[in-house]
Each structure stands twice: as structure tokens, then as C-alpha cells.
């Protein structure tokens, strides 16, 4: 596993409780697609949302942003996958299990 946080003063708004389970959700699967090893990376950032990327998108206001990027050395989600990644109580696993 590599931690890589910012030196930044990076405030948010969050659920502690929901960041955790987010987390931990993510390194569970991280862990599941990396058969035989890898490396598993946690890095924050500040990151600055400029006037025409918040034109684009409700509800986002320009400025100075906390950045969370989880990511993993595992075999990834095939297109189909990704596809549907974000539906309620979709079980990306038994996707991956066709690999």
C-alpha cells in the first residue's frame, strides 16, 4: 500500500462514516482484483475547478477542491462493468469473476 497526502490544508465536508466505508469498500476490492499482489494507492490532493469546468456541472462552484484518489495495480473492470458501476446494489464482483 502507498499513502501519498498532500502538504496542502485540504478542509472538506464529509461523513466520516461514509469516507470510511467508501474506503474501506475500495481496498477490499482493490485487494480482490489484484490476484498475487500490487500495489494498492491512497493520494490526496488540492485541486482548483476552474469557471468552465463548473459552468458544466450543477452545483459546482469554482475554486480550491480536496481531491481523494484511490486507485490499484489490479486487472481493472471490463467496459460492461463500468458501465453499470455506480447502480444501486449492482455486484461488480460477479462481473470480474468471468476474467
Given amino acids: 500500500m502507498e ?16 469516507i470510511e466505508q467508501v474506503i474501506m469498500n475500495l481496498a477490499v476490492n482493490a485487494a480482490d482484483a489484484m490476484h498475487g499482489g500490487g500495489t494498492m494507492t491512497i493520494e490526496t490532493a ?3 475547478l476552474g469557471q468552465a469546468y463548473a459552468e458544466e456541472r450543477n452545483g459546482v ?17 471490463d467496459p460492461a462493468t463500468r458501465l453499470r458501476v455506480f447502480e444501486p446494489f449492482f455486484p461488480p464482483k460477479a462481473s470480474m469473476a468471468r476474467d
Avoid at 462552484?61 to 473492470?77: E, I, Q, R, W
Fill in 46 to 48: 488540492a485541486v482548483h
Fill in 3 to 18: 499513502v501519498l497526502l498532500s502538504s496542502a490544508d485540504l478542509p472538506v465536508t464529509v461523513d466520516i462514516g461514509q
Fill in 61 to 77: 462552484k469554482p475554486g480550491v477542491y480536496g481531491l481523494l484518489a484511490v486507485s490499484d495495480t489490479g486487472h481493472g473492470m
